[in-house]
């Protein structure tokens, strides 16, 4: 919850204005069209931590989980408990998960094998 809220506020500091109150739903939906298109679809970070908030709301509503509920506001309302080393290791995984997504973009064309395969690894430039 802390990070997909920082997150919402980086984009609403790109943007100037506040995120009009359906942004995330409008991007699930965005993301669902491309996929429906390409038959696969990059989640960002924004987009997969929506993705999993929304499964856990609906299933403490059909579960009738209220105790979900009081642990996402005790989420809002303390803040960012996690330790520096926690913050660090989330900024790392976040940078790796963007360059692969850099990386799936290119074209299958472009890669060639350097070495050829040894050892049953493919060594690629």
């Given amino acids: 919850m802390i990070c997909l809220r920082a997150l919402i506020s980086e984009h609403e500091k790109q943007l ?3 995120l009009a109150d359906n942004y995330l739903s409008e991007r699930a939906a965005a993301k669902a ?8 679809v ?8 929506w993705r999993d908030k929304v499964a ?8 009738g989980d209220a105790a979900w509920f ?22 790392f995984e976040a940078a790796v998960a963007r360059e692969l997504e850099m990386f799936s973009d290119m074209d299958d064309s472009t890669l060639e094998p350097a070495f050829g395969i040894s050892r049953g690894f493919a060594i690629w430039t």
């Fill in 16 to 18: 100037g204005s506040r």
């Fill in 33 to 40: 069209e491309t996929a429906r298109l390409r038959r696969y």
């Fill in 56 to 63: 856990g709301f609906e299933r403490a509503v059909l579960d």
């Fill in 70 to 91: 009081e642990r996402q506001a005790k989420a809002i309302s303390s803040g960012d408990t996690r330790s520096e080393t926690d913050k660090a290791r989330d900024a």
């Fill in 42 to 49: 990059l989640l960002d970070e924004i987009d997969a931590l």
